[in-house]
């Protein structure tokens, strides 16, 4: 079957993959009406869905709430919008108007449909996006719009997409929620009837919410069930509105900004929101995370297939009191361990000695850097690690040169308060000259000193978001701040290809798959506590892979919980996605070093699992019962088992843990222990872990095939 096809006879547009069909159609006022979303369907299948218009039963309703490719404001409809408009004349709505279709089938592999149309009465014109390819089950969706006329309008709502699904007897929405150091918190409640608003205001993706939901309805679990999920490319404000419209059917609509800015489209321009992309998984909520996995890694990482290298970062180790020498010994140390990139956290440049100076003033600290960062970019390259540094580019202080010199380039309102947060304003990034003087300075740090990586970090919201001087700026800005970050890490990658970059957002608050396409792992949290790391790697990896999840080990007790837990169990935690070491080296131990050191071979031989493998939650990290993470091969030669349980009541069973998806008849040697186990009785039984008794027990099992007949 064709990627993409059209029926003959009812028009019905037909969108394959691997496992899933979505139909659509124009109906008989030119709208683009949603048919079907779940699993395959033959065109002849699709086309005996097709319900005729109906009338409305009664003066009251309109036209259906949910079930359109993209809702406007405008005639009887009552439901979310999902597009409105303000035209040159002051007047508002949209009325459909096809114009055209195209098929575009020029990559192997992958085709895209898009549906052309025009406002009625004014020269708006919109185009529906949908991409589908043989390899995932994601459907990326988006909608260009383009001002064909000679004034300016104003779009209050352009969402990329809306989705509706099939009418269940209930809905169950999750989704994650969260706050600094506290992010990816997973909720899994009943949706209710109405509309439930998930957004950030905050001009950046946010610790408080992860523009992503899965629905499904209320019955499915983690390896069973129909899921249908959502996911925005954007890493600015944002709002998802998930609705149960009273007639019972569900639906979301997304894309950029919050309530009350607009998107002002110039004559002549065009828009073009993010992908809001879309799954369907008959296989509950693991397979529709281990869909998202690969897609994220195929799809929208750069360069997903490389092995992510062990990193060590100063930030926890030292704060704010960084100089060459002290870098130097940790560096040393770190070599010793294994580590192959090595990270100079905040600290290394202008005024920079606490966060109430120097950002914005990015040379290298004279006092603690006499020679610049040279010295140092050396020795951690003689040492055999790549050299990686901290920036915040889109960041300044009060105090420091570069206010002092542009104090019109933060986010401003004339004659308001400029309110600071960590001591920082925001820089206005929507700013042409703000972008151009980002990426000079930076394409010079990087060429100069040999960067091999930047930790790219945002350490506060927006606030008094203003853009003076500039036509319709304070809409603009939402927007246009967005595009130009991405320019600017578009352009930095181009003139540094091997160059490699991490997101980071005072920890999580910038983490979606806008940025992860030009990025390459994500910071989580400023949380390192391996205990609440657990839970939030549980809901962080609910859509993003452990390709892209950071997670260092870090000293006890902990510097934000003060708790305490073994290196182990640390290090058993951190390995379920990038390893890295945030310790203070200098403090530790011969046989905390030497046991650091095994660890750290031991995630070398494993972390393909980790960073390429299909990944499967076996429980969840709450309780006292054991939770065990499962990575396997694709061609399930091999296996990594993680497995934690943390202070046990006397007597709690601790059930075997069963293992998913091995062939059966197959069997897998321990590389640890050398026992040989049955993929059968490991799956449909489980195995013992035998973890000792005591808190904070963990364990790291990789298990090999072994050729049949052996
Ligand atoms: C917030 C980050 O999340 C931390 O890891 C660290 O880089 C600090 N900023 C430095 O200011």
Not at 53 to 70: A, I, N, T
Not at 190 to 197: A, H, I, R
Not at 630 to 653: F, I, K, M, N, W
């Amino acid at each position: 079957m064709p990627l993409i096809s059209r029926s003959p006879d009812t028009g019905v547009w037909l969108l394959a993959t691997p496992h899933s069909s979505y139909a659509l159609r124009i109906d008989d006022s030119g709208a683009p009406r949603h048919i079907a979303w779940g699993p395959r369907l033959t065109a002849a299948e699709a086309d005996a869905l097709v319900v005729p218009d109906g009338e409305p039963h009664s003066s009251f309703e309109g036209r259906p709430g949910v079930g359109e490719e993209l809702p406007v404001d405008d005639g009887t409809r009552y439901g979310p919008p999902s597009l409105q408009v303000r035209h040159a004349d002051g007047a508002r709505g949209f009325a459909w108007q096809p114009t055209g279709h195209r098929v575009l089938t020029e990559v192997p592999g992958r085709a895209e449909l898009v549906l052309e149309f025009r406002d009625r009465l004014h020269p708006l014109h919109v185009a529906l996006h949908y991409r589908v390819r043989e390899d995932t089950d994601v459907i990326e969706r988006w909608t260009v719009l383009h001002n064909a006329g000679p004034g300016p309008l104003e779009l209050p709502r352009c969402d990329s997409a809306a989705w509706t699904l099939p009418l269940l007897a209930g809905y169950r929405l999750s989704h994650v929620t969260g706050q600094w150091s506290a992010e990816s918190q997973l909720r899994r409640d009943l949706l209710p009837f109405g509309e439930t608003v998930l957004t950030s205001r905050r001009g950046v993706t946010s610790h408080h919410a992860n523009p992503w939901v899965m629905l499904d309805d209320g019955t499915a679990g983690e390896e069973h069930g129909r899921v249908w999920s959502t996911a925005l490319a954007w890493s600015g404000s944002w709002r998802l509105t998930v609705q149960r419209s009273p007639d019972g059917r569900a639906g979301w609509t997304g894309g950029v900004g919050h309530d009350g800015t607009c998107v002002p489209l110039a004559a002549g321009e065009r828009f073009t929101t993010p992908v809001l992309a879309g799954l369907f998984s008959d296989g509950g909520f693991g397979t529709a995370s281990r869909v998202w996995h690969a897609y994220i890694r195929d799809h929208v990482l750069p360069h997903a297939a490389e092995p992510a290298p062990v990193l060590y970062n100063s930030w926890e180790a030292t704060g704010f009191d960084v100089d060459e020498s002290g870098q130097k010994a940790l560096a040393e140390r770190a070599a010793r361990l294994g580590v192959e990139l090595y990270v100079v956290d905040d600290g290394w440049f202008g005024a920079r000695r606490s966060d109430r100076a120097g950002l914005g003033d990015w040379t290298p600290a004279p006092d603690r850097f006499p020679d610049g960062l040279g010295p140092l970019s050396r020795a951690v390259h003689r040492l055999g690690m790549r050299f990686g540094v901290w920036v915040e580019p889109e960041m300044v202080s009060p105090d420091s040169d570069l206010y002092r010199e542009h104090p019109d380039w933060v986010l401003h309102v004339p004659g308001r308060d400029r309110t600071e947060m960590r001591h920082q304003l925001v820089l206005n990034f929507a700013r042409p000259d703000v972008a151009d003087w980002a990426h000079d300075w930076l394409t010079r740090l990087v060429a100069d000193h040999g960067i091999d990586f930047l930790k790219w970090d945002m350490n506060r919201a927006f606030g008094e978001a203003g853009w003076p001087g500039q036509d319709h700026g304070d809409d603009l800005l939402w927007t246009r701040y967005v595009t130009n970050l991405y320019d600017v890490l578009d352009r930095l990658r181009a003139d540094h290809p091997r160059l490699r970059i991490e997101t980071c957002a005072g920890g999580g608050g910038r983490v979606d798959l806008g940025v992860l396409a030009r990025t390459d792992q994500a910071w989580v949290s400023d949380n390192t506590d391996a205990v609440d790391r657990l839970m939030i790697q549980h809901g962080f990896g609910q859509i993003y892979p452990a390709r892209v999840m950071s997670a260092w080990v870090t000293d006890v007790p902990n510097q934000l919980t003060g708790q305490s837990v073994p290196l182990r169990f640390r290090f058993h935690v951190a390995m379920a996605g990038l390893l890295g070491v945030g310790g203070d080296l200098t403090r530790w131990s011969p046989e905390e070093l030497a046991e650091g050191a095994d660890l750290v071979a031991a995630y070398k031989k494993v972390r393909h699992l980790v960073q390429q493998g299909r990944q499967y939650r076996l429980g969840e990290p709450l309780g006292d019962r054991t939770q065990a993470v499962q990575y396997l091969s694709e061609d399930a030669d091999e296996l990594l088992l993680l497995a934690y349980r943390r202070s046990p009541r006397h007597g709690t069973p601790q059930p075997p843990v069963r293992l998913r998806d091995l062939p059966t008849g197959a069997r897998y040697r321990d590389t640890g222990t050398g026992t040989v186990h049955h993929a059968t009785v490991l799956t449909e039984y489980g195995l013992h872990l035998g973890l000792p008794t005591g808190d904070w027990a963990s364990t790291a099992l990789h298990l090999v095939r072994v050729p049949d007949g052996a």
